[in-house]
């Protein structure tokens, strides 16, 4: 079994609507980070969170919110999605401390928003 | 201007082949740097950490000049299965864990 995992993998919705795309992890890693890919322009950090009372802004946090239901989980929320949320949505966690802050990734989630 | 630049690519070249690819990065404090790879439209996975004395693994080669605040990778004698973008990688904090990405660069190892 995957030690991360993002549900759903593919999703179509419409301008308005409320998406909830959601990440497991089975390593025990205490930070859990949500990204969104985009070609010509790599991996942008949306929030992260060191545990499950720490939740921190990336550099485009806004029309996302997210939360922290357990160590385990992590779910990101687009509450009214818009055609430029159309993306590649990845988790990944780290563990504290690990010396080289290698992250592992979930699998992606690809959105289209129509 | 972007904290972490790389030039797209794509490369091509053929099995055998020795390829380089450059990373620079704009924030002088950065302190750890890495290379990840992504297959096409898979999650990024760790390549190597890159090291200021320079460090090797296999056929690839990853140096860091902090004067210059430019990495490199180098892969040796390329195989087809290297193919796919490898993204530069830097954090500013060891401690917060949080990662700054390139765009990536692309190699296509043709046979």
């Known amino acids: 079994d995957a030690d991360v995992t993002q549900t759903p993998r593919n999703r179509i919705t419409k301008t308005g609507k409320r998406i909830m795309l959601e990440c497991s992890q089975t390593?025990?890693?205490?930070?859990m980070y949500w990204y969104r890919q985009d070609p010509g322009l790599g991996l942008r950090l949306i929030y992260y969170s060191f545990d499950v009372k720490d939740i921190n802004k990336g550099e485009i946090s806004d029309g996302y919110s997210v939360s922290r239901q357990a160590q385990a989980k992590f779910s990101l929320s687009l509450e009214s999605a818009i055609p430029n949320q159309t993306a590649l949505y990845f988790c990944?966690?780290?563990?504290?401390?690990?010396?080289?802050?290698?992250?592992?990734f979930g699998p992606g989630t690809r959105l289209t928003v129509l | 201007r972007k904290e972490v630049e790389q030039d797209p690519g794509p490369f091509n070249v053929p099995e055998g082949a020795t390829v380089a690819f450059n990373c620079t990065y704009s924030?002088?404090?950065?302190?750890?740097f890495f290379w990840y790879r992504q297959d096409c439209r898979k999650e990024p996975k760790l390549l190597m950490s890159?090291?200021?004395s320079g460090n090797e693994d296999g056929r690839f080669t990853a140096q860091l000049n902090r004067a210059s605040q430019y990495i490199s990778l180098l892969i040796r004698d390329s195989k087809l299965s290297d193919s796919a973008t490898y993204l530069c990688v830097v954090t500013i904090s060891s401690n917060t864990g949080k990662l700054i990405f390139g765009q990536g660069t692309t190699l296509q190892v043709k046979p």
């Open positions: 390593k025990g890693h205490d930070r």
């Open positions: 890159v090291y200021s």
């Open positions: 990944a966690t780290s563990r504290r401390g690990f010396a080289n802050n290698e992250q592992f």
């Open positions: 924030n002088s404090a950065s302190q750890s």
